[in-house]
């Protein structure tokens, strides 16, 4: 009996979940030492976050709605990673998914569905291009696509500051485009909430009426689809399959017959189209307009975290973007709860990756433990 | 003759065990060496051999048993200790910063200095310059390491032992990156070296090396120790049924020749290597089905670039490549691989020729995986795909047999096999073999040269390109000898002049 659990816990060290389950674990201890340091009671503290997360369903949904991007941009990470390359440009790509979501939305008259069809799919096209640029780049010129998407993020950050200042786009003296058409919305039930009808339905119907208050969306539902279609495509394709060698070694893939230069730059595309569904998503599902930024946003830094917390894989992602959620969600309640910093919680999000790119350390930790613990 | 000092004892390890986990690396190994002694260790691959040596330098930490420098016993704790002690240690894969000078790689970490902690680098240059001339080095101390050979980066290795003191030295595969003048160069030095009292323990699998240069030998077994021998009574053959556990044939079995009609032509080969200067300068060869070519040379006369240009890895600056006189040259390795059912053993079997973090049955289908029935419509049939790996591993006996294995996990010479089966199993038109055996061990290569000769027998033409020329003249039906990216020599194999061979590789006319 004993013998069982000491294969099970030396199984569930070595897998890759297990020592993400004990990095999350530590990065909850040490943000309470944070919280401790700076005065606050961590207990207390974490009580307000897991009640800001599901004491209400209306919480929960507004977990869903902040995961939705950061699970797509993971995926997105994840996909590029998967494949030997580290696409930091998902920011960009969100952004440029963004713009072109907001403008097929607003300026297209279409019917209900295929309006929402046409803007999710030009913006995926363009982010596509966009990431696939830098893969182009690396493949004629050589240049590493870390330079490259760092750059194209910027350009993506100014172009879309530039599209707001557009007269017919942009409302004057808001600094916001116009709202896209209600056609182009994806959001569950958002005329119907308004009337009466819906009215009195939210007031009579407690669980469903809490979270139809917020902007519930079918973002989430193709997040899910994505997740399964990256695994699908990288681990049951030949395209998939040819992506992979060559992320885990060129060398082999070219004296195999794999065009190397090719598979940067699809996989680049992919990346690329990926975080431009999660702008689209994020656009017709929850700001319904893009606004001037003073800095970008993190969407898609963040799909970087998110992606390195859930091993880079599809359902890791799923998993990892709705811990982020609800840790930026329920995390930033602490603010009004406890007048808590909130910036506690990116401290802990920022230990718990430092923990997840340091398996050996912890594996290390457990086995001096281990060690002591026989002798 | 030789120089040993039979009542000292520099080295004992007794009954020294080395667990990691419940893998046994090393089970009850003795090792004795004496002053002015050369003692090879040897084995297969993954024996244990650099395990044992590691637990000496204090790299790893023995699980037990004893080790006892110049009589007295010591806990190694770490390689500074070592150190100490008058151990150095060279390793296969050097360990120097490239832009250094020779002076500065040396005295890296304990560096002479003047008042102040200024850096004495006259002193010390005098001093490696000394050590240098003391021992037949012929190393200038003031050369980057960078614009050096492999032999004499080599060499600034046994430099850096010395200077900083050591009197036993190891070298661990020291012949396997030399070429054979750059071997005898270093027996040379190894005599010198056992002259002034110092002890060298020495691992490879190379038999006549040890023949040549060792004084003792002990073998291991799959962490075992088998025996302690004097190498000047026993035969290479029996060195090498101690090392395998069975009987080993040196010869390779060969049916008469039935040579067919020419197949591939490479007609004044023109290629540029990396730095833009021409590699081939012109290079011209013919080879016919049912036989197999053997190019002879010494590394870096354009063997690299003839297979690349090949393979469609590198780009053919003027001259053609024919196969059935119709032009191939310039293909991309997906026509070369499929289109004209050329196929490679790469020199570098983890570089090109495996995606180590891929499982065996993925490795085996890196040409095929598009092809039915390991994929349909863009979609992979993984059960066919493992379903052919279980049969790839009995049929090319890749152990341990499982699929699932990354190649990663598998050892030398099982990692070619996989190469083998994945190359051969495709049942190719020409098959290119570039460095098939090396770093292999005798079991291995054995298994390697038949697998050529079925190729040959079945009269199909191979192209071995090897820089053993032991294995050029006994696999070959036919040898050409490259030089500076030409073929300046072509001769039937049987009967042929070693030393002939031997000076037309180094530039030699005969």
């Known amino acids: 009996m004993t013998l069982d659990a000491a294969a099970l816990k030396k199984k569930f060290l070595s897998g890759s979940i297990g020592l993400t389950l004990i990095s999350i674990f530590l990065g909850f201890a040490l943000g309470a030492i944070v919280l401790l340091a700076a005065g606050f009671n961590p207990l207390e503290a974490y009580w307000v976050i897991l009640k800001g997360i599901f004491s209400r369903p209306k919480y929960v949904s507004y977990v869903i709605i902040y995961a939705t991007p950061l699970i797509i941009t993971g995926l997105s990470v994840a996909f590029a990673l998967r494949t030997g390359l580290f696409n930091i440009g998902a920011e960009g790509q969100y952004i440029v998914g963004a713009i072109v979501a907001a403008a097929a939305g607003y300026f297209f008259k279409l019917p209900l569905i295929l309006h929402v069809i046409v803007a999710v799919g030009l913006a995926i096209i363009a982010a596509a291009l966009w990431g696939g640029l830098a893969g182009y780049i690396k493949a004629r010129f050589g240049v590493h696509e870390v330079i490259s998407t760092i750059m194209l993020n910027w350009i993506a950050l100014y172009l879309s500051n530039f599209v707001v200042t557009l007269q017919a786009f942009g409302k004057q003296g808001t600094g916001k485009t116009y709202a896209i058409q209600s056609t182009a919305r994806i959001n569950l039930l958002s005329d119907w909430k308004i009337s009466e009808a819906g009215i009195e339905f939210i007031r009579s119907h407690k669980m469903l009426g809490d979270v139809l208050k917020s902007p519930i969306n079918v973002g989430f539902i193709f997040a899910i689809l994505l997740a399964v279609l990256v695994w699908y495509v990288l681990n049951k394709t030949t395209l998939g399959y040819e992506l992979r060698a060559v992320g885990f070694n060129p060398h082999a893939a070219e004296a195999g017959g794999i065009n190397v230069k090719r598979s940067m730059v699809v996989s680049m595309l992919f990346a690329g189209g990926l975080a431009g569904a999660a702008g689209a998503f994020q656009v017709l599902g929850v700001s319904h307009r893009i606004a001037k930024l003073a800095a970008m946003e993190g969407y898609g830094f963040d799909g970087i975290a998110v992606s390195l917390i859930g091993n880079n894989t599809g359902a890791g992602s799923v998993f990892a973007g709705l811990l982020f959620g609800a840790l930026k969600y329920g995390g930033s309640k602490i603010q009004d709860a406890m007048q808590a910093p909130t910036e506690v919680i990116s401290i802990m999000i920022g230990i718990i990756i430092l923990f997840v790119a340091m398996p050996n350390l912890i594996r290390l930790i457990l086995t001096i433990k281990a060690n002591r613990a026989s002798n | ?320 490549i024919l196969l059935h006189n119709k032009e191939i040259t310039g293909a991309l390795p997906k026509q070369i691989i499929d289109g004209y059912n050329i196929r490679t053993i790469p020199e570098d079997r983890q570089k090109r020729g495996l995606v180590l973090e891929f499982d065996v049955a993925e490795n085996l289908v890196l040409e095929t995986y598009h092809k039915k029935p390991f994929s349909w419509r863009g979609v992979l049939n993984h059960p066919e795909i493992y379903q052919y790996a279980d049969d790839s591993a009995k049929e090319f006996d890749i152990r341990p047999a499982n699929p699932y294995l990354t190649a990663k996990s598998l050892s030398g010479g099982n990692q070619q096999k996989v190469i083998i089966a994945r190359e051969v199993g495709n049942d190719p038109e020409v098959l290119i073999a570039s460095q098939p055996t090396r770093g292999l061990d005798v079991g291995a290569i054995e298994y390697v040269h038949a697998a050529l000769v079925e190729q040959r027998d079945r009269g199909k033409a191979v192209l071995l390109v090897s820089f053993e020329l032991d294995e050029v003249i006994n696999v070959s039906d036919r040898i050409a000898v490259i030089f500076e990216g030409k073929i300046v020599g072509t001769m039937a194999a049987e009967g042929v002049d070693e030393n002939e061979i031997g000076l037309m590789m180094a530039g030699g006319t005969s």
Not at chain 2, 276 to 283: C, D, F, R
Request: net charge negative.
């Open chain 2, 1 to 320: 003759m030789t120089a040993i000092d039979f009542s000292q004892k520099t080295v004992e390890m007794i009954n020294v065990v080395k667990k990691f986990g419940d893998f046994v690396a090393n089970d009850g190994i003795n090792l004795t060496v004496h002053k002015g002694e050369v003692h090879a260790l040897l084995g297969e691959n993954g024996a244990g051999k650099t395990t044992l040596v590691n637990c000496l330098y204090g790299l790893y930490h023995p699980t037990a048993g004893t080790i006892r420098i110049n009589g007295r016993e010591l806990n190694v704790t770490d390689p500074n200790v070592a150190i100490q002690n008058g151990i150095g240690m060279v390793h296969q894969h050097f360990m120097l910063v490239e832009p250094f000078t020779v002076t500065q790689n040396i005295i890296l970490g304990r560096e002479t200095t003047k008042l102040m902690g200024i850096l004495d680098l006259s002193a010390a240059e005098k001093k490696v310059a000394e050590i240098s001339e003391r021992y037949g080095l012929a190393i200038n101390p003031r050369d980057k390491i960078e614009d050096i050979s492999v032999g004499s980066q080599q060499r600034v290795e046994i430099l850096k032992a010395l200077y900083r003191g050591a009197e036993i030295l190891i070298l661990d595969e020291p012949t396997a990156v030399l070429t054979p003048p750059e071997i005898q160069e270093l027996v040379m030095i190894i005599r010198n070296l056992t002259q002034e009292g110092k002890s060298i323990i020495i691992i490879t699998h190379k038999l006549h090396e040890i023949k040549q240069v060792a004084d003792y030998c002990t073998i291991i077994r799959r962490g075992k120790y088998i025996d302690t021998v004097e190498v000047d009574t026993v035969t290479e053959q029996e060195l090498a049924s101690m090392m395998v556990g069975r009987e080993v044939s040196f010869a390779v079995e060969k049916k008469p020749q039935k040579r067919g009609p020419k197949i591939l032509t490479i007609d004044n080969l023109v290629v540029e290597d990396n730095r833009g200067i021409q590699a081939l300068k012109g290079l011209s060869l013919e080879l016919h089905k049912g036989e197999i070519l053997g190019v002879a040379g010494v590394d870096g006369n354009g063997q690299s670039e003839l297979i690349e240009a090949l393979t469609g890895l590198r780009t053919v600056r003027s001259g053609k």
